[in-house]
Each structure stands twice: as C-alpha cells, then as structure tokens.
C-alpha cells in the first residue's frame, strides 16, 4: 500500500473528548503530520482554562466545545460523557464538513464518540483510534471483573470496532484484542506508535537546580492516578533512604491527578518529603524535557495488570529521546519499548527490586553511562521514532483514501 499522496485536498475531521489539544500529544501530532501532508485538518476537542473556543493556525483549524463538570463513580462520568457527545454533535456543523467527504477520526476514550455522529455515515470513512482499552482500564482502576459495567464496555468497545472502516492502535497488543476480541479484519487494524518530537525531545544538558546538589536523581513525569503505580516510587525512596543513606537520593514527579494528595500524604507518613519535588502539571514541554534530562533515569512505576501489560507509556520514549534510561517493572510491552536501554524489574520483587536497581546505578556509574548512551540510541535504532511513526499514520490514511475512492469519493 503506497502513502497518501493525495491528489487533491482531503478533508479529515479528528475528534477527541477526554483531553485538550494541544495537551494530547497524540492527536495534536497527528493533526500537524497530517496538514503537513497535505490534508485539510479540523480538530474537535474539550476546551482547557485559557483556550479559545475557535483557533486556526498554518497546521489545522481547531473547534472547541465547553467541558462538561466531571462527575464521581460511574453516573458521573457517565453524564460527562453524555453531555460531550451533545456539544461535540453541536460543534460539528463550525468544521463545515456536512457537505463534503472526509475522513472521520475518533479517538477513544469513551468508545461511543461515534454516536455523536450517528446517521452520518454517507460520505465518510471512519477510523477507530484505540488510545484506551477501556475494560481493561476500568479493572486496573478497581472495577470487578464481568460487572455490569464491565460488561457495557465491552459491547461499547465492540460497536466501535464495528462501527469503523479501519482501526488505529498504538501497539500490537492493542492490535490483536482488535482482531480476537474486535473481530476486526487484521487488514483494517494498523499500528501507529506514540513518538516524542524529536524538536523538542532531544538530549539536553542536566540542570544544576533541579538536581539540588543530589547524589542521584530519579523522575517520572506523567499523570497520577491509582492505577499508574506511583505510589511505588514513593515507597522506593523510603527504602532507598533505610538501604542506602550514605547517598542523597531525589525525585522529581512532574504530574497530577487525582491521587496526587494521597501521594504528598503517603511521602509525608514516610517522612522523605525532603526527597521528593512534586512539581505538578507542566505544559511547557520544553521544561518537561529539561526535568528528564536533569535525572539519571526516568522511572515507569506502573504495576503488572492487564491493563498496562498491553499499554505503551508514552512517557517511556520521552525518557529514552531525552537519553535517559529507564527503569520500570519488566512488562510485556516495556520490553519493546526498553529494550536494552534500561533496567526491567520482576514486578514481584515490588518497590525493593525497583530499589535495588537504583542502588546499583548508584554504585557502578560505568555501567549507568553504558545505560545512558543506549538511551540515546534507542528509538531510531528500535523503528520507534516519530518519522517512523508518521510514516505508519500515512499509510492508515492512504488506506482510508483507497476506500473514500471505492465509495464513489473524488479524491
């Protein structure tokens, strides 16, 4: 299959529901490939404290609609999701995209966006981007297995795998549960990894004042809620401070969410609120580079479940684009990600195997710098760039113009 050229302008609508743009990397990285390759960009996003409702730019035109007030357990985000889907309907008509065709790009989560576009499927190709599996995210957040809400996102996953033309994932674990749970065509499911920019994550010098004069310096950057382990670094520190206090060991956690407050608790319990910086969110990305590039790795602290035993941690390849190795528990899709560029932990061994590990970096810096440059070389020499990554996205969207032709469409 060739990558798009198209031979006129294609219109492509992207829509995203539970995050911002530019704030969602993906899809703003997406919208600027795209309209890069010469397709006709139209973003539908939340809006985010500061933003204009309209903004156009050389890249893409993006249309906001009001964010809906989120809501406790699951009849709360369900209203959120409810309303969303009436203002995304309701924003749809400013893309002025009613009475052309185009290609319709949803992305998850929820799995129901495309009910804000229901009896619209003339003149459309429609493609499903799998950022979340959404059953497997709700069991990693406490839920049970085979509950009624278990089961709803199961059917909710299942109709937009059918309501799709073609299907993106971001890796091959989320491409086999489309083809075996989706029952989705292996020719309709393309994989389009998460990659940094390489303009702005890129080696950089370490910053004397976020290292504080410390010995060895940890961070994680990336949201902070129950089912993402950051509570294990925490845990990792404390046992740091007992095993080893010859060193000054410090972490700097770049994030929030809604378990920030029982982490600064659970650092304050352990008292080692001393070595821990929590920095909060930063949406400067160059800054964001910067903390990683200050530390000697960069720490993935997520448990094994079946939820993050499939999912790649986009904060894995910022970690390795800004030459810094990582250290994580040893789970199926890390190990693609990783590869020799860091130090994979049996999740049995818990927060003392994770310590144990720094610890040793502490202790042999040859091997640590060894580590470092493998970082450095990783994504490029692993196929996981972003040029890699924007090749594989044209190819879904020659793909989608392949089957806009067959319909009638004049492209």
Not at 177 to 191: E, F, I, M, P, Y
Not at 243 to 257: H, K
Not at 324 to 331: E, H, I, N
Not at 352 to 362: D, S
């Amino acid at each position: 299959m060739q990558g798009a050229q198209p031979l006129a302008e294609i219109a492509v609508a992207l829509v995203v529901q539970n995050q911002g743009v530019p704030q969602d990397m993906r899809v703003a990285g997406f919208g600027r490939s795209l309209a890069s390759a010469g397709y006709r960009v139209e973003i539908i996003a939340p809006t985010r404290p500061g933003q204009l409702m309209e903004e156009r730019n050389s890249n893409w035109c993006l249309h906001r609609f009001a964010r809906p007030p989120e809501g406790p357990g699951i009849w709360g985000y369900t209203r959120e999701v409810g309303v969303s889907l009436y203002r995304i309907r309701r924003t749809w008509p400013r893309a002025n995209l009613s009475r052309t065709w185009c290609i319709l790009h949803l992305c998850n989560p929820p799995d129901v966006l495309w009910l804000a576009f229901a009896g619209r499927s003339r003149r459309v190709v429609r493609i499903f981007d799998q950022h979340d599996l959404s059953p497997e995210l709700y069991l990693a957040k406490g839920g049970r297995l085979g509950s009624v809400p278990h089961r709803v996102l199961l059917r909710m996953e299942r109709l937009a795998y059918q309501w799709a033309d073609l299907v993106i994932a971001p890796n091959n674990s989320y491409a086999k549960v489309a083809v075996s749970r989706g029952r989705v065509s292996a020719n309709k499911v393309h994989v389009v990894r998460n990659a940094p920019l390489p303009d702005v994550w890129k080696s950089a010098a370490p910053r004397a004042e976020l290292r504080e004069g410390a010995d060895f310096v940890l961070c994680y950057v990336g949201s902070i809620g129950v089912q993402y382990g950051v509570d294990e670094l925490i845990r990792t520190m404390a046992w740091l401070r007992q095993v080893d206090p010859s060193r000054r060991y410090l972490c700097l956690i770049a994030g929030s969410g809604d378990a920030l407050g029982d982490l600064r608790e659970l650092a304050r319990s352990l008292g080692i609120e001393d070595s821990i910086r929590f920095l909060g969110w930063i949406s400067d990305v160059t800054r964001l580079r910067d903390i990683v590039a200050s530390a000697d790795i960069g720490v993935e602290p997520c448990p094994s479940n079946a939820f993050n035993d499939s999912s790649t941690m986009i904060k894995l390849t910022e970690y390795l684009a800004a030459g810094r190795p990582v250290l994580a528990y040893d789970l199926p899709e890390h190990r693609v990600t990783v590869g020799d560029a860091g130090v994979l932990v049996s999740p049995a061994l818990g927060f003392q195997g994770l310590g144990a590990a720094v610890v040793a970096m502490a202790r042999d810096r040859g091997r640590l710098a060894q580590l470092t440059e493998m970082a450095g070389r990783r994504l490029h020499h692993a196929g996981l760039s972003h040029a890699s990554s924007v090749q594989a996205l044209l190819r879904v969207y020659g793909h989608a113009s392949e089957v806009g032709r067959s319909r009638g469409a004049p492209w």
